[in-house]
Each structure stands twice: as structure tokens, then as C-alpha cells.
């Protein structure tokens, strides 16, 4: 009801053997942001209709690569983690389903990078 983002402090990130603390924080901010471009008044982003009961995995796989390319513009390491494979099962059966889903997606998440970077008055 508010229009933000709510994380965890910074500090209750752990590092992991493939993430920083840091890095984690910051790769989590970023899949949340690229989610929180999605409602009408930003990229207006609904996979619903193309996407049927792949909805769910498709806003995820937008939000992982969001954060992917947005961990990339600032030299945020994005090495990938144990807890990606539990994704990975979900993304399958959508590019399965849709042989254009990761190019759609990738698509999706590079508007939702180009809107984050827009500078506001």
C-alpha cells in the first residue's frame, strides 16, 4: 500500500562461498526493484494473458535477469548461487511452454534496467 521496497538491513546479509555479504544485498535490492517496475504506472508489465499459470515464473526469471543486468552496469559480482536451482525448474517448463519466454523476459527486464537508470525530476 505503500509503493516501496522493503529489505532487511544491510547487515543481515551473509556471505556465502559465491556472494559477498554485500554482493547478496545488492543482488536481492535489484531483483526486488526490477519486481517493483512492473505495475502500469512504471513498465506496465503483465505476462496473465501470454503466460497463463506461467505467470509466476515469468516475473521471476524478468526480475533474476533485471538484477543480473543491473549487478553487471555496477560491477556487483553476480556469481550463481545454490538457491538459483530451485528457479531454474520453474524457467524450464516457461521456455518449454513459450520458446520466445527468455527472449520476452530479457526483453522485459532490460525495460525495467532502462526505467531504473531514468533519471527523475
Known sequence: STDTVHMPERTAFLGTPTSSPAESYYSTLFHELTHWTGPASRCDRQFGKRFGDQ?????ELVAELGAAFL???FGITATPRVDHSQYLAHWLTL?????KALFTAASQANRAVTWLQEPRG
Open 55 to 59: 505467470a509466476y515464473a515469468a516475473e
Open 95 to 99: 521456455m518449454k511452454a513459450d520458446k
Open 71 to 73: 549487478c553487471a552496469d
